[in-house]
C-alpha cells in the first residue's frame, strides 16, 4: 500500500518518506514505535480514540507507540514524512494523539528532509521539529485569527495586512503580535510558507 521514497536510520529515530495509493483504506491498527507524520501531499482521514481528523499537505500527527488508528486515503496519493522512535524523545513528557495544523512543524520537516537527502547531520532538525509540536497546545485561539489564517491560504488572495485588520476589526499591529504568538511565525512567513506548501503538493501530484 505504501511505497517507500526514502528511508534513513540512526539510533534514535528512523526517518522515512512514503507515499499511499489513493482510494485505500489501511484497517485498523497499531504501531510498536512512537510516531510523528508531516503531510507533506494528498488528503486522508484517520480515525483513533473515536474521533476522525482529516488532514491535508501542512498537518502533523502525533502518534504514541500502541495508538490503534484506521486510515482512509483520498483521491490523490499521499506523501508523508515520517519519523519512529523506540523511545520518546523527550524524557519525562507523555503526549497522546492528536493532529497539529502548525506552519512552524510543516517548515521544519522539509528541513528535515533536505537535511536527510543531503547527507547531512540529523539531530538539529529532528530536536526543531519536536519542539515545534508544543506550539499549539493550550493555545486559545480567537476565531477572527482563524479567518485571517484562512485568508492567507487562500494564495490567489493579495489583501494586505491593514485590510486583513481591517476585516478583522483590529489594529494591523495587533493583528501580527497576535498571529505570531498563536501560529509561530509572522504574516509574511505564513504567507510564504502556503506558497510554498501548496507547490510542493502540486509537485508531488504530478508523481502519481
Not at 520518546?88 to 493532529?99: A, F, I, L, M, Q
Not at 495586512?161 to 501580527?176: G, N, T
Request: hydrophobic fraction near 40%; charge should be positive.
Amino acid at each position: 500500500m505504501a511505497e517507500l521514497l526514502l528511508v534513513h536510520r540512526t539510533p534514535t529515530v528512523t526517518i522515512y518518506l512514503a507515499r499511499y495509493r489513493p482510494n485505500r483504506v489501511m484497517p485498523r491498527h497499531a504501531h510498536d514505535s512512537h510516531g510523528i507524520s508531516v503531510v507533506l501531499g494528498g488528503t486522508l482521514a484517520e480515525e483513533a480514540h473515536h474521533h476522525t481528523a482529516t488532514p491535508s499537505a501542512g498537518w502533523t500527527v502525533v502518534k504514541p507507540a500502541g495508538t490503534f488508528h484506521e486510515n482512509r486515503f483520498g483521491r490523490e496519493a499521499v506523501t508523508v514524512l515520517g519519523l519512529t522512535f523506540a523511545e520518546w524523545p523527550e524524557p519525562g513528557r507523555r503526549d497522546e494523539w492528536r493532529w497539529i495544523d502548525s506552519a512552524r512543524t510543516w517548515r521544519a520537516g522539509l528541513r528535515l528532509l533536505r537535511a536527510v537527502r543531503r547527507g547531512e547531520c540529523q539531530d538539529e532538525p529532528v530536536t526543531e521539529l519536536v519542539a515545534t509540536l508544543h506550539d499549539m497546545r493550550a493555545r486559545g485561539r480567537e476565531p477572527w485569527l482563524a479567518r485571517v489564517k484562512d485568508a492567507l491560504d487562500d494564495i490567489s488572495s493579495r489583501r494586505s495586512v491593514r485590510e486583513l485588520a481591517a476585516d478583522a476589526e483590529v489594529h494591523p499591529v495587533y493583528l501580527a503580535r497576535r498571529f505570531r504568538a498563536a501560529f509561530g511565525v509572522s504574516l509574511r512567513e505564513y504567507r510564504q510558507i502556503a506558497q510554498v506548501r501548496r507547490a510542493t503538493q502540486r509537485l508531488l501530484g504530478t508523481r502519481r
